[in-house]
T-cell receptor, first 114, second 114 residues
Framework: DAKTTQPNSMESNEEEPVHLPCNHS???????IHWYRQLPSQGPEYVIH???SNVNNRMASLAIAEDRKSSTLILHRATLRDAAVYYC???????????????FGKGTKLSVKP | DTGVSQNPRHKITKRGQNVTFRCDPI?????LYWYRQTLGQGPEFLTY????????KSRLLSDRFSAERPKGSFSTLEIQRTEQGDSAMYLC????????????FGAGSRLTVL
């Protein structure tokens, strides 16, 4: 699976939008972009995923660049509960021969100030 | 269904002892994963089951580690002759065949080896 690059940390104010970037310049045409987040003392939690088109769900929006070499996770109104480590992960739709292995990097630690 | 359940949540043991962790996945999920996470790092893949078959094992899964999923439901991860380097959070996750990359994680079992 191709590699992703994320900032180590970001800060946001409560009730403001947050844009979490992810670069994946070596993405292949069959790679899905997944986002997970991990709240303190909990296991990771699925947030959203997409292939080419922008995606929205109740948790967040995913904006994918036209060339797919970058994407942005958008939290529309950050709350204190959104303080977590956010992981951007690429996953080949055909698994690249490995069905079990989601490769987590270090992610972006998001802090939310009241 | 209350999600993925892991027990025990915390385990402190002395070097050289054996420990076993249990994971109860979401009942309709046929895929089960084990990951390990050390402080400040993202989760690292250990092994993956589809039903009762163990289909993938990471190089991280040394001979002292064994995982089973005997009836395709709950799974156990045993570590024999524990070493201090085994201290970590052990995470279990499950997913369905329909959405294989949407993993639901448990809260993890934290192991401390003294």
């Amino acid at each position: 699976d191709a590699k992703t690059t994320q900032p180590n940390s970001m800060e946001s104010n409560e009730e403001e939008p947050v844009h979490l970037p992810c670069n994946h310049s070596t993405i292949s045409g069959t790679d899905y972009i997944h986002w997970y987040r991990q709240l303190p003392s909990q296991g990771p939690e699925y947030v959203i995923h997409g292939l080419t088109s922008n995606v929205n769900n109740r948790m967040a929006s995913l904006a994918i660049a036209e060339d797919r070499k970058s994407s942005t996770l958008i939290l529309h109104r950050a709350t204190l509960r959104d303080a977590a480590v956010y992981y951007c992960i690429l996953r080949d739709v055909n698994y690249g021969g490995s069905q079990g292995n989601l490769i987590f990097g270090k992610g972006t630690k998001l802090s939310v100030k009241p | 269904d209350t999600g993925v359940s892991q027990n025990p949540r915390h385990k402190i043991t002395k070097r050289g002892q054996n420990v076993t962790f249990r994971c109860d996945p979401i009942s309709e999920h046929n895929r089960l994963y084990w990951y390990r996470q050390t402080l400040g790092q993202g989760p690292e893949f250990l092994t993956y089951f589809q039903n009762e078959a163990q289909l993938e094992k990471s190089r991280l899964l040394s001979d002292r580690f064994s995982a089973e999923r005997p009836k395709g439901s709950f799974s156990t991860l045993e570590i024999q002759r524990t070493e201090q380097g085994d201290s970590a959070m052990y995470l279990c996750a499950s997913s369905s065949s329909g959405t294989p990359n949407v993993l639901t994680f448990g809260a993890g079992s934290r192991l401390t080896v003294l």
